[in-house]
């Protein structure tokens, strides 16, 4: 079997691990949160410091994006709809079958925006970089890092 010295190993890695993916979450936080204030500061955005709080970040993420439109269907108010789409995906995801479709839904909802700012203000890259944020989502907030002081070359498009 397994002595006290196997099992103090594999908790000291664990351990280990959960502080090391810790400390990686918190720095893309910082980076993406970093981002979005820049972002709306640079677009005067009123309240950018929104960013650096968890949901009210994507109240800031919708001011900058404003509206999604798919062919003739358009999703306005991005502002309101993304938060509380967020706090409805985690109310709804106890619940089996909706739960799931919910939390779908709003990713989709959430990738849909971050391409077209992506779009927005790096339209050349927007494609590679939500393929890179979906197959890699550490990059996602890399990516709003590194464009926080571009201005938009396109503008609701």
């Given at each position: 079997?397994?002595?006290?010295?196997?099992?103090?190993?594999?908790?000291?890695?664990?351990?280990?691990?959960?502080?090391?993916?810790?400390?990686?979450?918190?720095?893309?936080?910082?980076?993406?949160?970093?981002?979005?204030?820049?972002?709306?500061?640079?677009?005067?955005?009123?309240?950018?410091?929104?960013?650096?709080?968890?949901?009210?970040?994507?109240?800031?993420?919708?001011?900058?994006?404003?509206?999604?439109?798919?062919?003739?269907?358009?999703?306005?108010?991005?502002?309101?709809?993304?938060?509380?789409?967020?706090?409805?995906?985690?109310?709804?995801?106890?619940?089996?079958?909706?739960?799931?479709?919910?939390?779908?839904?709003?990713?989709?909802?959430?990738?849909?925006?971050?391409?077209?700012?992506?779009?927005?203000?790096?339209?050349?890259?927007?494609?590679?970089?939500?393929?890179?944020?979906?197959?890699?989502?550490?990059?996602g907030p890399i990516?709003?890092?590194?464009?926080?002081?571009?201005?938009?070359?396109?503008?609701?498009?």
């Amino acid at each position: 079997m397994y002595d006290d010295s196997t099992l103090f190993a594999f908790l000291a890695i664990g351990g280990f691990l959960v502080f090391l993916f810790s400390i990686i979450g918190i720095v893309l936080y910082v980076l993406a949160s970093i981002g979005l204030y820049k972002l709306a500061a640079n677009r005067n955005i009123a309240n950018p410091w929104l960013a650096f709080i968890p949901v009210a970040n994507l109240y800031i993420l919708g001011l900058l994006v404003k509206t999604i439109k798919l062919d003739s269907f358009e999703i306005p108010n991005l502002e309101l709809v993304l938060p509380l789409g967020f706090i409805a995906a985690a109310i709804l995801r106890r619940i089996p079958l909706i739960g799931w479709l919910a939390n779908i839904a709003y990713l989709i909802l959430t990738l849909i925006t971050l391409y077209k700012l992506y779009k927005m203000y790096r339209p050349e890259q927007a494609t590679l970089w939500l393929i890179l944020s979906i197959v890699l989502p550490f990059m996602g907030p890399i990516f709003l890092f590194i464009m926080r002081n571009d201005t938009p070359r396109i503008y609701n498009s």
